[in-house]
C-alpha cells in the first residue's frame, strides 16, 4: 500500500472551507482523503487550463453547485488551493476571478516548497 499524502491547506482556502454547509465540508474531506490516499475520486477531473496536476471536485448540495480545487503535483502533499461555491455570471465557466486566486495561490505554494 502507498503512504498517504497529507492535505495541506492555504490558509485562505480553509477559511472558505469553514464557510461552506457542515454536510459539504464532510463531503469535501471525504473526497480529498480518497486522494491522499492515490485515487481520483468520481467527481474529480482535471481543471481546464492550468496543465497537469490540478484537479476539480465538483460538488451538489441542495440547489447550490461547490467547488473544491486542489494540486497533486506541487510537492508530496496534496494541496488544497481554492475551495468555493459556484456562481459563475455566465454558465459553466468558472469565474475569472476564481480562475486568478487559484494562479496566485499555486505561484505561492511554489515559492513555498523551494
Known sequence: ?????????????YKDFEKLPKAVQ????RQLTVVAEG??????????????????IALRYQTNAYRSVYAIELDEAIWVLHIF???????IKTARQDIALMRSRIKRINELIK
Open 85 to 91: 461555491q459556484k456562481k459563475s455570471p455566465k454558465g
Open 26 to 29: 464532510l463531503n469535501i474531506l
Open 39 to 56: 485515487v481520483n475520486p468520481d467527481d474529480a477531473k482535471p481543471l481546464k487550463g492550468f496543465g497537469s496536476g490540478v484537479w476539480e
Open 1 to 13: 500500500m502507498d503512504k498517504t499524502r497529507e492535505i495541506a491547506w492555504l490558509k485562505g482556502a
